[in-house]
């Protein structure tokens, strides 16, 4: 079955600077890639997604890569603010939807 | 719309005692999950349903069974609670139309077994 590795396990910033997570992903037939916010208390929440047929996607100070070739994707979050302080989850499943496996976890704190 | 619904908030079980989660959405999804999550381990997958009246097991059944008789509930049941099953459940609804695709969680269940 699939397993999602993902690195730092904890990461602070500077506000404003920039944060990078890593993920990567074990079976070859994965092709979609979504990430998600946790704040403390609550569930997670999707804040962006990637499909394999798509090499990067943004949304405003967010993108994620993909390499499917390497089977690596990213998370690149520009000019960090503090409310971007939260922990975030890679996942991957195939476009089947229905069993999505979560990567560990990063806990990023952004310092005011 | 309420989204996704969960109860109760918090539970504390004795081991070996029985307890049912609830879960419910009110979107309409086809998909429908419960998930575990325990420090530094992320989320990890139990039970799925891809419809009602269709579960499958995901990377953690054992001790857990789920049913789906209707597409709003999906509750998750603990048959003879462990102290390994102390955790935060969260249940998630998803659905798949025209080449979107989202996945909404509930608030989650903070259960402990002592």
């Known amino acids: 079955g699939e397993n999602v590795e993902q690195h730092p396990s904890t990461l602070s910033v500077q506000e404003g600077d920039s944060a990078v997570i890593k993920c990567t992903y074990s079976?070859?037939?994965?092709?979609?890639f979504p990430w998600y916010k946790q704040e403390l208390g609550k569930g997670p929440q999707l804040i962006i997604d990637i499909r394999s047929n798509v090499g990067e996607k943004k949304d405003q100070r967010i993108a994620v890569t993909l390499n499917k070739t390497a089977k690596h994707f990213s998370l690149h979050i520009t000019e960090t603010q503090p409310e971007d302080s939260a922990v975030y989850f890679c996942a991957a499943t195939e476009t089947s939807y229905d069993k999505v496996i979560f990567g560990p976890g990063t806990s990023l704190s952004v310092i005011p | 719309n309420a989204g996704v619904t969960q109860t109760p908030k918090f539970q504390v079980l004795k081991t070996g005692q029985s307890m049912t989660l609830q879960c419910a959405q009110d979107m309409n999804h086809e998909y429908m999950s419960w998930y575990r999550q325990d420090p530094g381990m992320g989320l990890r997958l139990i039970h799925y349903s891809v419809g009602a009246g269709i579960t499958d097991q995901g990377e953690v059944p054992n001790g857990y069974n789920v049913s789906r008789s209707t597409t709003e509930d999906f509750p998750l049941r603990l048959l003879s609670a462990a102290p390994s099953q102390t955790s935060v459940y969260f249940c998630?609804?998803?659905?798949?139309?025209?080449?979107?695709?989202?996945?909404?969680f509930g608030p989650g269940t903070r259960l402990t077994v002592t």
């Open positions: 998630a609804s998803s659905y798949s139309a025209g080449g979107q695709y989202e996945q909404y």
């Open positions: 079976d070859s037939a994965s092709n979609y």
